[in-house]
C-alpha cells in the first residue's frame, strides 16, 4: 500500500526477519519474480502458459495446471521447479535463480494461504548503470504552483522540487530524491503539506509528502503501474488523488497514507486531476478523448463529458465550482456547466474556443475567477476571460514549451514555468479583467455595430432600358438611384456571354436594395449580382472569421432543407452562423434527440443570411462556425481561416424571388460603384429578359394566419399560428392584439413575435357550455399588429368564422406542479418543471404523443426521449422539464401543449350492417399557461 521511509532512499527490509504473516505478494514475492522469471513468463513470453507479473496470473497457474497449492509449498509445482525437484529446471542451466533466502520469501508466503496482497505492485528497475552525462542537462520544468495561503511557490523539474517563498520569489529549500519527471506539485488547503507526483515510467508512480514547517517528507505513497502524471487534495484536506499514465485514479488517506480506493472507467491516461472548490467530486482529463466527473465519497463515476475529439491533458474548475475548463489535442478550450450534484448529463458544454494551433498542455483560472489562462505547444499564452470566454490578451512567445503554469494567490501575476528550465511572471493588467467603469469584459475584437438605414423617399421608379455596350467597366451605364433598368443578356456577335454593369453614386451609410426580376416574369435568365468600387474592386461586406471546424455527417444537405446533421453539435448553439461552402445559415434549434440534428432558420426553406445563395451540400463536407467583423477589424488570430465576404448574390437569401437576386447594400464611403448583372450559367439570349431595380428599403412586415375558421371541440382548443411576411430585413419584434372574442370562448390577448421569427403561436380554447357563434359574431374579432415599441398598428384578418363541436376523446392540460394555472417562472440558464395531464373519455385509453408550443427563443422541453414526451397508454399524466439559455431576456408568453393519438371506433358498415373499426385520429390543444422569465442578476452573459 505504501512504504514510510525516514528519507526518499529506499529500504529493503532483512528478508531473513521475516516472519510468514508478514509476507506480501506484490511488496515481497512479486519482485522476486521480476528479477529472475518475467522474462521468459509475462504476457507475451508466457512460456508454458505460465504467467508470473501479476497475483492474479500466478494462482491461475499454466498449461500443466495450477503451480501454487496455498499451505502447501513442499508440494507447489513452481517451488518443485526452483528448487530443481522437478523437470524443467527454474531456470534453465547457466542462468541466476532465486536465493535460498530468496525462496524462503516465497515458501512463507505460500505457508501462510498465498493470500491476496494488501500492498500495491511496485515494479523496479533492477542493475541499471549509472552513466554521467558528458554537459550540463537541461532541467526543464514541468509543474509550477502556489499555496493558498501566499506563502509558497513549488516548481517541479526532474527528480526534485524548488520552493520559493513569496512574494519575492526567493528559492529557499530544494527537496531533491524524487523518482523519474515530478509531473504535479500543489499544497494542501491549510499550506501545511506540499505533494510532488513522479515515478518511474512503466514501472510505478511515486507520490511525496512534505511538511512546509521543516520540508522533511512526511510519506512516500508507491503505487501505479506507471508514472503518477497528477494529483490533487479535496478542499477539506483528507483525501489526496493520484493519476497515472496506467490508466486508472488512486484516493489515498491524506493523513495515514492509506490506499482507499482505486478509480477505473478511463480507456488511456490519467493526464490531470482536479477537485471541484465545495464538492466531494474530482474532474479528470484522459488520453481516452474524455473528461470524467467522479465522486470521491462513492468513488462512482458520475459524468462522462465526451465531446473532445482528441487527448486531453488538462482540467480546471472555476474558482465558485460552476464551470469546468478542459484542453488537450484538438486544441481547443471546452467550458462545461458543472450542476451541484454533477449528475450524468446534467453538465451541458457551454463554450467551444478553438485556442492553440497545436495542443493545449495547460488551462488554469486565476484566483479570482476573472482570468482563463491557456499555454500551448504552439509556444503561445492566452488570456480569456470569463464571461464568454472571449480572448483578451497574448503574451510574448515563449522559447520553450509552457508546462507550468500557475497564478499568484492574489491573481495580479502569472508564473510560467518552461522545458527550457527558465521561469518567467507576467503581471495581469487590468484590461484582462474587466473595463473599471462598465465592469464588462475587455474583448480584442467586437462585434460589429448595426449601421442604421438612411431614410430616402420613395420617388417611383419609371424603368429605362439598357444600353449597350456595357460589358466592360469603362462602358457601365450611368443610373440616377433610385432607379429601374431593364435589360437583356445577349451576347455580341463573337462572345458567348453577356455581362451588364451599371454605375451609380451611394453616400457613406445609406442602404439600398438591388433586386432583379427575370424569373418572376418567366424570363429563362437565372441572374446574378454583384458590387464593386469604381476600380473594379468587389466590395468587401464582412469578414467571417472561423472559430469552431466540423462537418456535416449523416447524410448530406439539399439546398431547400432545414435540418442538418453537424459533428461536435453540442459545442455550438443557438443564433449562431453556419458557413456551408460559401452559404451562411443560422441555427434557431438544437437537435431534439439523437435522431435529429440542427434546425436551421427558414420558412420552409432554409434562409441564407448576408445575402448568400442556398446550395446542396455533399455529406462530410466542411464547415464553420462563424462570426461577422466589419472591413479593417484587426482579428486576433486563432488558427483558423477567415473568409471574406462580399455584395454577391445568385438566389434571394429570403428565397421569396426564385431564382432572382437581391442584396441590401450599404455603401462603405462616398463614390461611385458598379453593379453587375449576369447569368449564373452564362447562358443568353434574346428572351433573357431582367429588370434591375435599386431602390430605398422599405422595412416593414404583414401577418397572415394559419387555422382560420378552425374547428374547436367543447373544453378543448385549436392552435392558430401567425406568421409574419417581412420586408427588407425587417428584423425587430411584432406585438399582436386579439380582442372581442365570443363569450365561452378565449385566446391569449396578447402574443409577440420574437426578433428575427417569423411566427407565434396560440391556443384558442372553447369552455365546456360554450354555444356556436355565427360568422358575422366572429368577424367582430380585432387583430391588430405593431412593431414593438412603435404606435403605429395594422389591422390583420379576423379569426374566421370558428366551428364548435363536441367535448373531445381526451382533453389535455399542462399545469404547474401543484396542479395550478396560475404560471410558471423561469431564471435565464435555469430549469423548472411543469405537469401534462390527460382527462380520457370513457373509451379511450390510447398512447400520446406530446409537444409544447409558443416557447420563447432559447428555452426548450429538455427531457425529451426518442419519440419526444409521451404519455403511455393507461397514464394520465407525465413530468416535463423546461429549462432556457442565460441569455433569454425577461418576458412573458402564454405557452400551451398539444397531444396526438389515435384510436378505434366501432361503427357500422353501411353495406352489411355489422360493427367494424375505424381508426381516428386525435390532436388536441391545451388551454395557455404563463410562463415569465424572470431577470437573474447572477448571469451575465453575452448575448449570441
Known sequence: MFRFLSSLAIVFVSISSLCADEVDFNADVAPIFMKYCNGCHDEVEANGEIVLTSFENVMKGGQSGKVIKPQDADNSYLVRLIEGRTEPLMPPEGITGPSKEEIAVIRRWIAAGALKPTKPLIRRLTDVPTIKPRDEVRRAITAVTHSKDGRWMAVGRYGSVEVYTLPDQKLVQTLDGMTGNV???????????????????????????????????????????????????????????????????????????????????????????????????????????????????????????NEPEKEQYTVSFSPDGKHLAAAGVDRRIRVWKITQQGQEGSNPILYSRFAHEKPIVRVVFSPDGAILASAGEDLVLKLWETVGFTQTGILEQQPDWPAGVSFTPGSDALVVGRMNGTLTSYVMRPEY???????????????PETIPDVPMPDEGLKPVAEMEPNNRREEAQTLNIPAKVEGILLPAEGF??????????????????????????????????????????????????????????????????????????????????????????????????????FLLYGDGERRAYFDTTAVTH?????????????????????????????????????????????????????????????????????????????????????????????????????????????????????????????????????????????????????????????????NEVEVTAMEVGAEEKQNIDNLGHIKLTDAPKAVLRLLMPDGSTSGLQLKPGGRVQAVLKVDRAEGFNGELKCDVHNLPHGVIVDNLGLNGVMIREGENQRMIFISAEDWVQPMTRPIFASATGSYNEKVKDENTGKEKNERRNIAQHSAPLPLEIVKNPSVVRREP
Open 618 to 778: 455533399a455529406n462530410e463536407e466542411t464547415v464553420y462556425i462563424v462570426e461577422a467583423y466589419p472591413p479593417g477589424t484587426e482579428l486576433v488570430d486563432n488558427g483558423l481561416p477567415v473568409f471574406p465576404l462580399y455584395y454577391r448574390n445568385d438566389d434571394d437569401g429570403r428565397r421569396k424571388l426564385g431564382k432572382d437576386s437581391r442584396l441590401m447594400f450599404t455603401a462603405p464611403q462616398d463614390g461611385d460603384y458598379l453593379v453587375r448583372v449576369r447569368d449564373t450559367r452564362g447562358f443568353g439570349g434574346s428572351d433573357y429578359k431582367y429588370s434591375l431595380t435599386i431602390r430605398p428599403p422599405q422595412p416593414g412586415f404583414s401577418i397572415s394566419i394559419s387555422g382560420r375558421g378552425a374547428t374547436v371541440k367543447k373544453g378543448g382548443g385549436v392552435k392558430l399560428t401567425f406568421k409574419a411576411d417581412r420586408h427588407d430585413d425587417f428584423e425587430a419584434a411584432i406585438q399582436l392584439s386579439l380582442k372581442n372574442l365570443p363569450e365561452g370562448y378565449s385566446i391569449p390577448e396578447t402574443l409577440v413575435i420574437e426578433e428575427g421569427h417569423t411566427s407565434a403561436e396560440a391556443v384558442l380554447t372553447a369552455s365546456r357550455d360554450a354555444e356556436p357563434v355565427d360568422a358575422d359574431r366572429w
Open 433 to 447: 479583467r474587466k473595463d473599471a467603469n462598465t465592469e464588462e469584459p475587455v474583448f480584442l475584437v467586437t462585434a
Open 496 to 597: 458567348s456571354e453577356d455581362v451588364d454593369l451599371y454605375r451609380f453614386s451611394a453616400k457613406a451609410g445609406q442602404s439600398w436594395v438591388i433586386e432583379t426580376n427575370a424569373e418572376q416574369s418567366q424570363s429563362p435568365a437565372d441572374t446574378v449580382i454583384d458590387v464593386f468600387h469604381a476600380d473594379g474592386e468587389p466590395v468587401l461586406r464582412y469578414l467571417l472569421q472561423a472559430v469552431r471546424e466540423s462537418y456535416i455527417n449523416f447524410r448530406g444537405l439539399s439546398s431547400s432543407e432545414l435540418q442538418v446533421r453537424v459533428k461536435g453539435w453540442e459545442e455550438m448553439g443557438l443564433n449562431q452562423y453556419l458557413y456551408m461552402n460559401g452559404e451562411i445559415g443560422r441555427i434557431v434549434r438544437m437537435p431534439k434527440g439523437p435522431d435529429s440534428g
Open 183 to 305: 509531473n504535479d506539485v500543489g499544497f494542501s488547503a491549510d499550506g501545511e503539506i506540499l505533494f510532488a507526483a513522479a515515478g518511474e515510467p512503466g514501472l510505478y508512480g511515486q507520490l511525496g509528502l512534505f511538511s512546509t514547517d521543516t520540508w522533511k517528507p512526511l510519506n512516500l505513497l508507491e503505487g501505479h503501474a506507471d508514472s503518477m502524471y497528477a494529483a490533487d487534495i479535496s478542499p477539506e484536506d483528507k483525501i489526496i488523488a493520484t493519476g497515472s499514465y496506467d490508466q486508472t485514479i488512486i484516493l489515498w488517506d491524506l493523513k495515514t497514507g492509506e490506499l482507499l480506493n482505486t478509480l477505473t472507467g478511463h480507456n488511456g491516461p490519467v493526464y490531470d486531476l482536479e477537485y471541484h472548490p465545495d464538492m466531494p467530486i474530482l474532474a479528470s482529463a484522459s488520453g481516452d478523448r474524455t473528461v470524467k466527473l467522479w465522486d470521491v465519497t462513492t468513488g462512482k463515476r458520475l459524468d462522462t463529458l
